[in-house]
């Protein structure tokens, strides 16, 4: 898969691009479902899929009070992407000036001279332009002029309900981490580096690693069973169960994310991790001492083995 970083730098190898826009936060079944259109259309035509995206969010320039908390960072994206075997990715770097470029300029500059599209696939609910002043059907208008074909999809359902970044978000936030997972296809995850907390878990016994984590959604506080990746993605697995919150019975303050992993014994000072959340065992508590917490971190990895089978 090509990476372009914007329009200005994109390459269309004189075959068609078959293109498809949006944040793709995530990269969930519904997103899969237009990588899979995009790719078996662009097979068809000789062309090539293509997916336009922006970083970052627009929301962080338009409205940045409103911008939601981002599943995945532009890298995770960029990865599941490729999993997707999409053609290429062009990476538009949203500015206050792209914000304002009329909508009926950003079919005919951007999408038809830039991207050199054949066909365009979006949702039903698609806006573009200043003032999210586009739709589905000025697309088709202006489209029909710059030399591309617009296919508008279907929602995507999941018992019932339509897949969307939102609702997986909500989900999240909520602590239905397995639930999430379904419409993801895959675990919430978020990776980072280890580094040196309070040494508190090492004292009671019981050592954690302490996850620098980049500004990606953090589900709600609680204890999670989970597998972590060490190393990357080609790292190996571990079961493992985590902690997200304050440490109330220590009366800190911080959201920290911490993880124990099963079975395992060693060093991940400085090392990149990849936590994937697969159920919440618990809420958050504040325990009367040590002892209790202790007992119940105990309880905590028994359940964690039965949800994880280990």
Request: one cysteine or more.
């Amino acid at each position: 898969m090509e990476v372009f970083e914007g329009v200005d730098a994109f390459d269309p190898e004189d075959s068609p691009s078959v293109l498809s826009i949006g944040n793709f936060d995530g990269v969930h079944l519904a997103h899969r479902e237009i990588c899979r259109f995009i790719n078996q259309e662009a097979s068809r035509r000789g062309g090539r899929s293509v997916i336009f995206t922006f970083e970052p969010h627009p929301l962080s320039v338009v409205a940045p009070e409103r911008r939601p908390p981002l599943m995945t960072t532009l890298e995770e994206k960029l990865s599941r992407l490729e999993a997707q075997n999409v053609g290429a990715v062009v990476v538009e770097k949203f500015t206050p000036d792209l914000a304002q470029t009329e909508a009926r300029d950003f079919v005919r500059r951007i999408i038809g001279d830039g991207l050199k599209a054949s066909l365009v696939a979006v949702g039903f609910n698609f806006r573009f332009g200043k003032g999210r002043a586009g739709n589905v059907e000025l697309l088709q208008e202006v489209g029909a002029g710059a030399g591309f074909e617009t296919h508008v999809l279907e929602p995507y359902m999941y018992e019932g309900r339509r897949v969307s970044s939102t609702e997986i978000r909500k989900l999240l936030l909520g602590g239905e981490v397995d639930e999430a997972a379904r419409r993801l296809g895959q675990h919430h995850l978020i990776e980072g580096k280890v580094v040196r907390g309070d040494g508190r878990g090492r004292q009671i016994g019981i050592p954690t690693a302490n996850v620098d984590y980049p500004p990606v959604l953090i589900p709600e506080n609680g204890v999670y069973a989970c597998q972590v990746q060490i190393d990357g993605r080609e790292g190996p697995r571990y079961p493992a169960v985590t902690n997200i919150g304050k440490r109330p019975t220590f009366d800190k303050k911080e959201v920290t994310l911490e993880t124990h992993l099963l079975d395992w014994d060693g060093d991940l000072y400085g090392k990149s991790i990849r936590v994937e959340f697969v159920s919440r065992l618990r809420e958050e508590k504040k325990f009367s001492g040590p002892e209790e917490l202790v007992r119940q971190i105990h309880l905590d990895i028994e359940n964690g083995r039965k949800k994880l089978s280990v």
